[in-house]
């Protein structure tokens, strides 16, 4: 599995020692408020979803990175490409751990992974899928240059969904 650096973040395959902070990450009500189906996980239910993501990566050729920050070696969250089966299209999305909120690392993780998206993978687009309340994360993915195109009904939930075309992201 792919390994990408950027100026201050190491996104790279998850190991099995990411578990305890993974764990936590999913426990937080705050991260988890607009993820997946809005609820914490048990430290049982983030293993499973920790070892989906590295199964995607063997299914598809690309996935989800456990995102480290280089000056400290420490988990910060998760940041890639998905696109299981029944999504709308390829996704760029993210999680952090909330101490990392803030700082910029989402959107420099985000970068690193539509520059490998629309570089060597050749998607022509991307999309995020965005709980509507989720302000954070819109305002992520407009800074990446996606626009709101449609609401779609994700697994019982309404979400927005935004886009990026390859040729916009390669202008910007």
């Known amino acids: 599995m792919l390994t990408l650096e950027t100026e201050r973040l190491l996104l790279r395959p998850f190991r099995d020692t990411d ?8 426990a937080d009500p705050e991260v988890m408020r607009y993820v997946g189906d809005r609820g914490v996980l048990s430290r049982d239910d983030a293993w ?6 590295v199964g995607h990566w063997h299914l598809r050729g690309f ?29 760029v ?3 952090l ?6 700082r910029g690392f989402g959107l420099e993780a985000a970068r690193a992974a539509l520059t490998h998206a629309f570089g060597p993978l050749q998607w ?8 509507p309340e989720n302000r954070r994360s819109i305002h992520l993915a407009e800074r990446l240059g996606e626009q709101f195109e449609r609401e779609v009904d ?19």
Request: glycine share 6%; hydrophobic share 50%; proline share 4%.
């Open 63 to 91: 996935g989800m990175w456990a995102v480290e920050e280089r000056a400290t070696a420490t988990f910060v969250g998760r940041v890639g490409l998905h696109f299981p089966d029944g999504w709308p299209d390829r996704e």
């Open 154 to 172: 994700m697994r019982g939930h309404c979400v927005h969904l935004y886009a990026i075309a390859r040729e916009s992201w390669r202008a910007a």
């Open 97 to 102: 751990a909330r101490p990392y909120w803030d």
């Open 48 to 53: 499973r979803q920790m070892a989906m993501l």
């Open 124 to 131: 022509q687009r991307a999309i995020s899928l965005i709980d």
């Open 19 to 26: 578990i305890d902070a993974y764990a936590v990450m999913c």
């Open 93 to 95: 999305a993210w999680a």
